[in-house]
């Protein structure tokens, strides 16, 4: 079965699995101590440790090991935030963080801080220059992940970098997706990553702190980890992830041509395959294994289910696979379709034949989901005496609201305005959306006794 959500979780590595079987046998006892045992234990952490520094572009002496990449973000972000209180207690993130970077910047203006979201184009990526006006005299730090994790797009990271440094601000990077495809650029002063994304064992994080950073651990004391992270070293899993790394690193220039050459082919021929379809995400400064696209009129957790049925594992940023039924925060910054919206990021060893057979199953899949749901095959306009007609979708989720404005759109003469009312988070993201992909005018959004009205002008 093809399994294509490395983005979450890549599979465990060979390299990893040796390596965690037999630092298992090795790596068991305290480093701290000084008997055999012990001192094995030491050299092993301080082997992977030394590896892992020299694959993040760092010092060993400034890369601490955590329990997670989310450990990592929450600890940076706290950290420097603490070293830097005197400075200010301001923050920059960019809209399209990823989730623990942003419950973090929740959690700091909740305890009486600041944060600010950069915006990002329609691509995903954020422009150096705004990000650049966001800095204050009283920014204590800046976040910006190295590329994105449900579209792909890479971060103009050296640019921000640069600006930050101009600043005397420090720059924390989130490189969960891309370590393993090389090193970030250089110019940042705190990084964080995740074993598990480039095919190391879960439970181990990376978090780099440049010497001269000032930085204050939160939380209580501890010896381990120079302090900053907690509790007694996973060595087996620390050794394996260091050893995963540097494997994926030695074969990441040959498979990133490979993937990226699948990736092309599935961005050129879903939307040729698969009518009323958006890809997202920046075409060319992207992560080599990872795209996305939705579909329009598709409830994508049924597309989801239906795509596991024929044996393939992908994931979604649409809001109707989440029990909130809000849309991603990503494709909501950057104001694309959320509907339907599948995310496929391939792992290493995919073959040609697996993306083959994926795109001859895709387009089967999306027209019964959208038989099912009693989607439009096309929009036919048809004259008519109405000027404007409302749609009452109060109640009914994604993508129910937008395939009822599809129906009936061609019942208003050029000029008239089709006025949809709905509750649900998801119209606010798929109707503008929509408008874009069937050049239609949105006109706006208006308060409704439930919900939001959202009109739009029929242009053709």
């Known amino acids: 079965m093809p399994y294509f959500d490395a983005a979450s979780s890549a599979p465990l590595h060979p390299v990893a699995r040796q390596a965690l079987l037999a630092a298992l046998d ?25 590896a892992a520094a020299e694959a993040v572009g760092c010092r060993p002496d400034e890369l601490t090991f955590t329990s997670s990449g989310t450990r990592a973000v929450h600890s940076g972000i706290s950290g420097a935030l603490a070293g830097r209180r005197r400075v200010g207690r301001h923050l920059v993130v960019s809209a399209v963080e990823h989730s ?94 995740s074993a598990h994304k480039w095919g190391g064992p879960s439970g181990v994080g990376l978090l780099a702190v440049r010497k001269g950073v000032r930085f204050a651990p939160q939380g209580p004391a501890d010896e381990r980890e120079s302090g900053r992270a907690a509790g007694f070293e996973n060595i087996p899993a620390v050794v394996a992830a260091a050893a995963s790394l540097r494997a994926v690193r030695a074969e990441a220039a040959a498979e990133s041509v490979r993937l990226r050459a699948l ?43 239906e795509l596991d049925r024929a044996e393939f594992s992908v994931s979604s940023g649409s809001s109707c696979t989440s029990s909130t039924l809000t849309p991603s925060h990503v494709l909501r910054a950057m104001g694309v379709l959320s509907e339907g919206n599948v995310r496929v990021s391939l792992p290493a060893g995919t073959t040609a034949e ?78 503008p959306a929509w408008c874009v992909m069937r050049e239609q005018e949105y006109v706006g959004e208006e308060p409704a006794d439930r919900g939001s009205a959202y009109v739009v002008r029929r242009l053709s």
């Open 100 to 193: 623990s970077v942003l419950h973090a910047a929740a959690t700091h203006e909740a305890q009486g801080g600041t944060f600010a979201e950069v915006p990002v184009d329609r691509a995903g990526a954020v422009s150096a220059a705004v990000y650049g006006e966001a800095l204050r005299e009283d920014t204590a730090l800046a976040c910006l992940q190295s590329a994105n994790h449900e579209v792909g797009t890479e971060q103009p990271v050296a640019e921000v970098a640069e600006l930050c440094r101009a600043s005397g601000v420090p720059l924390l990077v989130d490189a969960a997706q891309s370590l393993g495809w090389g090193p970030v650029p250089t110019g940042w002063s705190l990084l964080a990553a």
């Open 354 to 431: 697996d993306v083959d057979r994926f795109l001859r199953v895709l387009p089967g899949v999306v027209s019964e989901v959208r038989e099912k749901l009693g989607a439009p095959v096309s929009v036919a306009p048809s004259p008519t005496a109405a000027t404007s007609l409302v749609v009452d979708s109060l109640g009914k989720r994604c993508p129910i609201p937008v395939i009822e404005l599809a129906k009936v759109i061609g019942e208003v003469p050029v000029g008239g305005t089709v006025t949809v009312l709905s509750d649900d988070e998801a119209a606010r993201l798929d109707i």
């Open 263 to 305: 990736v092309d082919l599935i961005r050129a021929r879903v939307p040729e395959l698969v009518p009323d379809v958006e890809v997202v995400g920046d075409p060319v400064r992207r992560l080599p294994h990872l795209v996305t696209f939705s579909c329009l009129y598709v409830d994508g957790e049924t597309l989801l289910h």
């Open 26 to 50: 090795e790596g068991w006892a305290d480093p701290a101590r000084l008997y055999r045992e012990g001192r094995r234990a030491r050299l092993l952490l301080d082997a992977a440790r030394e």
